[in-house]
């Protein structure tokens, strides 16, 4: 066995032991406690933030007026109650581009820290889903669903997985894709390792996905999976590798095939951490090096989870301006970091109304002291959150 295969072989059996995160999955008991709670005790209320400068995806703007009025960007500030941010600075509301729901509990707790978009990557069942869908003046989100899994995976025996949704096959891609379209998913996440489908299965259910105009996203922690990824035609590849880092070829792969990637450094800091033979977090770093220079799409995600099983949980919110911090580390600028948690990921889902702050957008707003653009960290420095106009008490 050569050296390469032996690392490929015990990173998959490490991995798959310790089980690395690919999903979360809630208990039907805290879905009912979902439900039963109530939604953001806030209202809607006419604001002018006055002596603000906004973080407009280059830099940060001269002092001025940000008007919000009923969920949106405003124009006019007649009538408005003003607030003096005394040239504080205004972010657009931070995406979080991968995490696992857990229940409300996780919604507010994302809120809390200005993450005002929510991008789940594996959560169930699909009413649990459902229920944390538009709750007014908290996170707003998205979510995978059930993920694509294979037999014996890690998933599969995460707590509560539907094991009749296991794939075992490319002549199952189709029913799986429609079953998770007709649930409402609002895209397709395929778990290429630990360990995971085979090519053939990797490949059928893209088409599927993409035949229903569906993104798909897959999970890859090794870089042999990432070349599987890349293969099947995912758009978004979640995680970097930790066995080896990726490659200039595999970057350019990435790019001429305009992938998406996130790379959860948080994650895979944690993961490292655990002392695992064969797995180190330069790997991961030096990726998304890798990934920058060539000129591929990276987001801000933290794969923040409560599942039981999973020996990683980044806390959800503060996680973000850890990872921010940690793209910064792995050779992205600040004002790179700030698009990759704004901007680009509502480009890359298709969420037109938000990412940016004007006029019509989303009121999805953080007004922290200092400026990160100088230095990331003062993303933490939270004096107040705004989701879809409705302001929100910072977490201490
Ligand atoms: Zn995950």
Redesign the pocket.
């Known amino acids: 066995m050569s050296t390469t295969e032996w690392t490929r072989r015990t990173f998959f059996k490490n991995a798959a032991a310790a089980g690395i ?3 979360a999955g809630p208990a039907l008991l805290q879905a009912s406690r979902a439900a039963a709670d109530t939604q953001g005790a806030g209202t809607f209320e006419k604001i002018a933030l006055t002596n603000v400068r906004v973080f407009d995806g280059r830099g940060l703007t001269d002092p001025r007026t940000v008007v919000i009025d009923n969920g949106r960007i405003g124009f006019s500030p007649l009538g408005a109650k003003t607030i003096d941010a005394k040239g504080a600075t205004l972010l657009p509301g931070l995406i979080d581009a ?1 995490v ?1 729901l857990e229940d409300v509990g996780t919604l507010e707790q994302l809120t809390g820290y200005g993450v005002t978009t929510a991008l789940d ?2 959560c169930w069942p699909p009413s649990l889903v459902n229920s944390l869908r538009h709750r007014t003046g908290l996170t707003d989100i998205r979510s995978a669903g059930i993920p694509a899994a294979a037999p014996g995976s890690v998933e599969s025996r995460l707590p509560g997985f539907p094991q009749s949704e296991l794939v075992t096959g490319p002549d199952q891609a189709q029913r799986f894709v429609t079953a998770r379209v007709a649930e409402g998913s609002d895209y397709i996440k395929l778990i290429v390792d630990i360990p995971g489908l085979d090519q053939a299965t990797l490949d059928a259910l893209a088409a599927a996905a993409h035949a229903y105009g569906k993104l798909v996203m897959a ?1 890859a922690t090794s870089s042999a999976a990432v070349d599987e990824a890349l293969l099947a035609g995912a758009d978004m590849i ?1 995680h970097v590798p930790l066995d080896t880092a990726l490659t200039t070829a595999t970057a350019a792969r990435y790019l001429s095939g305009k992938r998406v990637s996130v790379p ?1 450094l948080t994650m895979m800091e944690g993961f490292a951490a655990l002392g695992i033979p064969g797995l180190s977090y330069a790997a991961a770093r030096d990726s998304v090096g890798i990934l920058h220079q060539a000129g591929v799409r990276i987001l801000a995600g933290t ?1 923040s ?1 409560h599942k039981q099983g999973i020996p990683v949980q980044p806390a959800f919110g503060t996680s973000l301006h850890h990872e921010l911090e940690l793209l910064v580390q792995a050779g992205l600028g600040t004002v790179e970091a700030l698009r990759a948690a704004t901007i680009l990921p509502a480009q890359s889902f298709g969420l037109p109304d938000r990412g940016v702050i004007s006029t019509g957008y989303r009121a999805d707003l953080v007004l922290v002291d200092g400026d990160p653009t100088a230095d990331i960290r003062a993303t933490r420095n939270i004096q107040r959150i705004w989701a879809g106009g409705i302001e929100y008490s910072p977490a201490a």
């Open positions: 995160a690919a999903a991968h696992h990557m594996a999970h979640h959860t794969d989870n």
